[in-house]
């Protein structure tokens, strides 16, 4: 594993991380062992695991929502404690405020930071028009579709500006065609700001199609089984790049390193009664 | 909103056109028999009312029922009227009615404050719930409607002791909704709150507030009753005015109807709440996507 020559300048940085959670029965239960991680600024770095293994846990420890049991995270250089300043989250499942409208669910954040309710407006109507949503300000979230509800919370995490963003299977929800549409959002929009992106997926074909980065974890407790840098071209188009044949030897590639894990997670999850 | 309602509405296929086409029927027959259903209902409720309480007053005529013990409904009915056209006993209808509403709507308003204060307060911070539960428990399965002798003992015939009853057995109702709501927040959307930036104070007021509202609001329905419920008991206790005063002088004179007509009264008052709360509601969880099924049964 190559060291990197200036640890300082990371986005993000994790050095042997482990995680433990105490079970309900009791137990101690070893989420994370040992992982070391690092997101330069402005990078795109995809995670992909077997379901279990750690992927969102390693998110939470990078915000700062939990703390790890051994091992150090920084952002930016500075050791996390307490919620990270300056971090974005897309939740795994959907979590925009069911009782705020469109607009004051994006509004939220600068609110919560203080700006006044007008210049929190305009900024939340801008990004409602960036993220195509001009017009559904005055709905309700039970009002929107699952992927207007995506973008209400990729709106809600960007107003604030994040240098990091963490994104837990944001599209894993929708259907096929709405999700590369997704992408290529989310990659023009990433270009903007362009702030480090942990991005967490199942699907190996929109990992490489979005990242700079392909992180493959092992089966629980999750450490890093292999890092792939994805050299295509940008600005990409999700739905075009995934013909080339560069993009195809990669996924073979990576899929080989992925395989094995998932059967490990598949087998033990099959095998494994509980005690 | 407009624009919004009709963009929602256009999109969407109407299953009842599906259906017809399916059925091959047509759609008049369809709507009528809803409507002819709810006639219907409507007309065997208030015959489940006419068969009540004209058997009640049928079996007062033919000497089955004992008015003296039971009253009457037209009794009962006479009895409204004098209070309504010649004022009662103590001053006019009017005059009782405000009072005990006055006394119930303060128990009400103070103990739906209290309780949802303490509640969220409890609910999110431990040290204070393991400090206090043991003591609320107890406070919870003590038959507080009791205290209501010591309320007039300590406070007087006078509108006191009978809000301050109102409020212990506001209180614990909603305490517990507000406090059960407040462990139910989604855990989602504390996480998501903190990362957005917000402070302690602005998580509780925006998040755990709202979200604890639905069970909040649960509480209030039965609650009302509840400050009714003390307001009444307290006048009955002792007081110098109210609808409890009314009912105790009736139940002293021997006048069942009395003690009904009061009844009705009081029945009548709640009812009103009732439809105000859930006016309230509905405007209070518009966020919400309309519930089906189900209906507004509480008891
Ligand atoms: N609060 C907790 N208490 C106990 N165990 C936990 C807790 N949170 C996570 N775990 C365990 O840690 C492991 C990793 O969880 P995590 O949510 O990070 O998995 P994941 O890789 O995101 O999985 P998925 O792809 O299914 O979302 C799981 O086995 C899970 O059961
Ligand atoms: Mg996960």
Redesign the pocket.
């Known amino acids: 594993m190559p060291m990197s020559t200036n640890p300082a300048t990371n986005a993000i940085e994790l050095r042997g991380v482990t995680k433990r959670?105490?079970?309900p029965s009791g137990e101690v239960?070893t989420?994370l062992r040992d992982l070391d991680m690092e997101v330069a600024p402005g990078e795109f770095c995809a995670v992909v695991?077997?379901?279990?293994?750690?992927?969102?846990?390693?998110l939470t420890l990078v915000s700062g929502l939990e703390r790890a049991s051994r091992g150090t995270v920084k952002v930016d250089g500075r050791p996390v404690s307490g919620i990270t300043p300056g971090v974005g989250f897309m939740f795994?499942t959907d979590a925009v405020f069911p009782w705020k409208s469109v607009l004051d669910n994006v509004a939220a954040g600068p609110r919560f930071r203080g700006a006044g309710r007008r210049k929190a407006n305009e900024a939340a109507r801008d990004w409602l028009r960036r993220v195509g949503l001009a017009g559904f300000e005055d709905r309700y979230p039970h009002q929107l579709s699952g992927g207007m509800r995506k973008r209400v919370a990729l709106a809600q995490s960007l107003i604030n500006e994040p240098r990091v963003l963490l994104m837990?299977?944001p599209f894993s929800a929708l259907d096929v065609q709405t999700r590369s549409i997704m992408s290529d959002e989310l990659l023009a929009l990433w270009e903007q700001t362009r702030p480090a992106v942990i991005f967490?997926t199942?699907d190996l074909e929109e990992a490489i199609a979005l990242a700079d980065k392909v992180i493959v974890?092992t089966a629980?407790p999750?450490r890093i089984k292999a890092t792939f840098q994805i050299n295509l071209p940008r600005p990409r188009k999700a739905q075009e790049i995934r013909f080339t044949d560069e993009f195809v030897a990669l996924y073979s590639e990576i899929w080989e390193a992925l395989r094995s894990e998932v059967e490990t997670a598949y087998a033990r999850s099959t095998t494994e009664v509980a005690p | 909103m407009t624009r919004a309602r009709e963009a929602a509405d256009t999109p969407r296929i109407d299953p009842a056109a599906m259906e017809n086409l399916e059925l091959d029927e047509p759609r008049p027959p369809r709507i009528s028999r809803r409507v002819r259903r709810r006639l219907v209902l409507y007309v065997c409720r208030i015959a489940l009312v006419v068969i009540v309480l004209g058997g009640w007053e049928i079996g007062v005529n033919t000497k089955h029922i004992d008015p003296f013990f039971w009253g009457q409904p037209s009794g009962v009915w006479r009895q409204l009227k004098t209070w309504i056209t010649d004022g009662t006993a103590q001053g006019s209808l009017a005059e009782q009615i405000l009072v005990t509403l006055q006394e119930a709507v303060y128990g009400f308003v103070i103990g739906v404050v209290l309780g949802v204060v303490l509640g969220i307060a409890l609910g999110r911070n431990r040290f204070l719930s393991d400090l206090l539960s043991p003591f609320i428990k107890v406070a919870n399965s003590i038959p507080r409607i009791v205290l209501g002798s010591l309320f007039s003992i300590a406070f007087g015939f006078g509108i006191t002791s009978k809000v301050v009853l109102a409020v212990v057995l506001v209180f614990f109702g909603v305490f517990f909704n507000a406090f059960q709501g407040t462990r139910e927040v989604d855990r989602n959307l504390l996480s998501n709150a903190r990362i957005l930036g917000a402070s302690r104070w602005q998580t509780t007021r925006q998040v755990v507030l709202p979200s604890a509202f639905t069970w909040i609001l649960a509480s209030l329905h039965v609650s009302f009753g509840f400050a009714l419920i003390g307001a009444v008991v307290g006048e009955l206790l002792g007081a110098d005015k109210g609808m409890g005063l009314l009912i105790r002088n009736a139940q002293n004179n021997f006048s069942p109807n009395g003690v009904l007509a009061g009844m009705v009264i009081i029945g009548v008052i709640a009812l009103i709440a009732e439809g105000l709360i859930t006016a309230l509601e509905n405007r209070l969880l518009r966020w919400r996507p309309p519930q089906t099924g189900g209906g507004d049964v509480n008891i």
């Open positions: 959670f105490a079970t239960f989420a695991g077997p379901t279990g293994c750690g992927k969102s846990t390693t795994q837990d299977e967490v199942h974890l629980g999750g």
